[in-house]
């Protein structure tokens, strides 16, 4: 990736006399932003290198279209490019959504010129997707489910990946809202769509990962409605999975968090069910994981996050079992690593853990 990275800067030196060279450049920056911190895919979670390199990308496919304004493939390479920054953890909400709008705008102008050109339908459905993630970011669920829907609406079956991810999307904005039967019924498609890509290639680490989120989200439905054991099993399959490719590429950011994140959300349904020593050797799993992946991915937003999230959890199962010395210290390591992500709402629950807990009977703290 480093070589890559200094050959396309020495390249970019001389490309303005090339509008071809311009925009082979400009996909070439877009593939090493994918691969140093792109989400939803394999990357080495360095989100900055990733966000300086979609920024060059960007400035290119500006300075082709700037030569042909009303180019189709140049604003359809623009609306792209600027669709790629909502998939990077490195980028602020208000950035994420300013990108995603500029793309909504350009394909709306492109849809109204040839409303049956497959290919810009799919555009269509790209960027309300991206609209759909933004609005989901900033809690504004129905506006979310709007976006979602439609782009489930204007997608092509011939991106079944894409199909699935917008029925999985629209079904975390409906648990979110309590609609647990939707939210269900959107995550059933998606694995109707998820399961058969991997029996069709059970090396695809992608498939891999995108068949763990089924499950794993299946399991999160389960739990909130009272049916623990089928949880569990949920949780099991995509854990499996999840192992399975962070052991097959340990370079691969995506993976080690997600496992790290389902391990957790095992323990959590251990604690549901009464298996409190279980739970603890899952919770301490967990722990290690995401300590793991924090090490390992230095530069990721969503190692920290997990981090922060899974030493949380731990600490509240400490609460629980009446060990509320043990669960201040998790709560203080996570308030801390709350403040460094400037993450508000977390930060508050943190604090207000803490103050449970120093509240607790001096026998219970002692414990």
């Known amino acids: 990736l480093t070589r890559s990275l ?10 303005r006399a090339s509008t071809e060279l311009q925009r082979d450049l400009a996909g070439g920056y877009e593939r090493v932003a994918e691969l140093a911190g792109g989400s939803g895919d394999a990357n080495l979670g360095h989100d900055q290198e990733a966000l300086q390199s979609l920024r060059k990308a960007l400035s290119l496919r500006e300075q082709v279209l700037a ?53 810009i339908r799919n555009d269509l459905a790209l960027a309300e997707y991206a609209m759909g993630f933004c609005m989901r970011d900033q809690s504004h669920y129905q506006e979310a489910i709007v976006y979602y829907r439609r782009a489930l609406a204007h997608t092509s079956n011939a991106f079944p990946q894409d199909v699935a991810l917008y029925h999985k999307r629209l079904g975390a904005v409906l648990f979110t809202t309590n609609d ?67 052991a097959t590429d340990p370079r691969n950011e995506r993976a080690a968090v997600a496992v790290a994140s389902v391990a957790s959300r095992l323990a959590g349904v251990y604690d549901d069910m009464g298996s409190f020593r279980q739970a603890q050797r899952v919770y301490d799993q967990a ?58 709402a977390q930060i508050h629950q943190a604090e207000e853990l803490i103050r449970a807990c120093a509240a607790a009977p001096l026998q219970i703290r002692g414990k």
Request: proline content about 4%; glycine content about 4%.
């Open 6 to 15: 200094d050959y396309l800067d020495r390249l970019s030196e001389g490309a």
């Open 67 to 119: 030569t042909n304004p009303r180019s189709i493939e140049f604003r359809r390479e623009v609306a792209r490019t600027h669709r790629e920054f909502v998939r990077l953890g490195g980028v602020t909400p208000s950035e994420r959504l300013q990108h995603a709008t500029a793309s909504a705008v350009i394909v709306g102008k492109l849809t109204q010129e040839r409303p049956r050109d497959p290919q």
């Open 180 to 246: 647990f039967p939707a939210a269900l019924a959107e995550y059933r498609a998606a694995l109707a769509i998820d399961e058969p890509r991997l029996v069709a290639n059970p090396t695809d680490q992608r498939a891999k990962l995108d068949l763990s989120y089924d499950y794993s989200d299946i399991g999160l439905i389960l739990r909130r409605t009272g049916k623990l054991a089928d949880s569990l099993d949920e949780y099991r399959k995509a854990y499996r999975l999840r192992a399975e490719a962070a």
């Open 287 to 344: 722990l290690s994981l995401a300590e793991a992946g924090r090490r390992r991915f230095p530069e990721s937003r969503s190692a920290l996050v997990q981090l922060a999230d899974n030493t949380l959890s731990a600490g509240v199962h400490k609460q629980k079992r009446h060990a509320c010395g043990q669960a201040t210290e998790l709560f203080q390591r996570a308030l801390d690593l709350y403040r460094n992500l400037k993450a508000e």
